[in-house]
């Protein structure tokens, strides 16, 4: 059986709060693209993630992501996020574009 767009989404954030890295890039297509919304690339490709992704879950305290509110249409997931980093709290909308069964495209606006 397929993962639904909601399943992809909800596996990577229990991952990223498990602080799980191989369990967080799972979900994601291997030339994923990750952006500040609307167009400025943050991220492409999983191992650009890694490198990007591990130190936080290595060094940042309290790191957590509660999910606020989701939205599923189609092989969209928005999320509203928010992300406790530290003493520091940050609000979020988080866009997944699903293709083939994995998350290809993230668009972060804050």
Do not use: S
């Amino acid at each position: 059986l397929k993962d639904t767009p909601e399943d992809l989404a909800q596996r990577q954030l229990n991952a990223y709060n498990f602080r799980n890295i191989d369990g967080f890039l799972e979900p994601y297509a291997e030339d994923v693209e990750v952006y500040t919304f609307p167009n400025t690339l943050l991220f492409e490709g999983k191992e650009m993630m890694r490198k990007g992704y591990t130190p936080m879950f290595e060094n940042t305290p309290n790191l957590h992501c509660e999910l606020v509110n989701r939205i599923v249409q189609g092989n969209t997931v928005m999320d509203h996020e928010r992300v406790q980093m530290g003493n520091k709290i940050v609000e979020a909308v988080a866009i997944y574009q699903i293709e083939d069964n994995k998350i290809k495209k993230v668009y972060f606006i804050k």
